[in-house]
């Protein structure tokens, strides 16, 4: 069993609405002196996989296909 951990976020230059959002709410509940808030997505996958290779292939794979819309999206996979 492998256990990941896939981290998904904007690139940079893209706009986040929600994190300008965020930013703005944490402002107003007064947690002064945050520069910028970008948000993010994680997800936590196990893999019923011994071979580690395979598996780092696979979660790519994952994230190319439907996890992350490269487009847009960086992501990032550790593997435990």
């Known amino acids: 069993?492998?256990?990941a951990?896939?981290?998904v976020?904007?690139?940079?230059?893209v706009l986040d609405p929600q994190g300008k959002a965020?930013?703005?709410?944490?402002?107003g509940l007064g947690f002064a002196g945050v520069g910028s808030v970008?948000?993010?997505k994680v997800f936590d996958i196990e893999i019923?996989?011994?071979?580690?290779?395979?598996?780092?292939?696979?979660?790519?794979?994952?994230c190319d296909r439907l996890l992350a819309n490269t487009v847009i999206e960086n992501y990032t996979v550790a593997i435990d």
């Open 5 to 7: 951990r896939v981290t």
């Open 48 to 62: 019923d996989n011994a071979d580690r290779a395979k598996a780092e292939a696979d979660l790519k794979a994952m």
């Open 1 to 3: 069993m492998i256990k």
């Open 38 to 40: 970008r948000q993010g």
């Open 22 to 27: 965020i930013e703005h709410a944490l402002d």
């Open 9 to 13: 976020t904007l690139k940079n230059g």
